[in-house]
């Protein structure tokens, strides 16, 4: 079992189309997934970096919401068009940070 030097969330959540948040899904996740995960292939990148789809991040009122380990960095409104911005900044420890959300503001 390898130990992943990253580790990307992708929040797919989804909620009944008449909740006031939204949810990931409706918004777009499934693609933000495709996205990171052809990154992966194109970086050369797989058993480096890990990217999964993950359940309810409490952000979806944020958007597609992305959190990178171990960096602790949480994106919002991120889309397949970011991916490779995430990446490039992931990959420099750097934070995006026209995509970063506050962790501490919840869905409520």
Not at 6 to 34: P, T
Not at 41 to 55: M, P, Y
Request: positive net charge; contains cysteine; glycine residues 6%.
């Amino acid at each position: 079992m390898s130990i992943y030097e990253h580790h990307i969330f992708i929040c797919m959540n989804e909620r009944e189309s008449s909740d006031s948040r939204g949810s990931c899904s409706a918004k777009g996740s499934q693609e933000v997934v495709e996205a990171f995960r052809k990154e992966l292939t194109a970086r050369s990148l797989k058993g480096k970096v890990r990217a999964n789809k993950a359940g309810c991040l409490d952000q979806c009122s944020q958007g597609v919401t992305v959190v990178i380990y171990p960096q602790g960095f949480w994106y919002g409104r991120v889309t397949p068009q970011d991916v490779p911005e995430i990446f490039d900044a992931m990959l420099a420890n750097r934070v995006v940070d026209r995509l970063r959300i506050d962790k501490k503001r919840e869905d409520p």
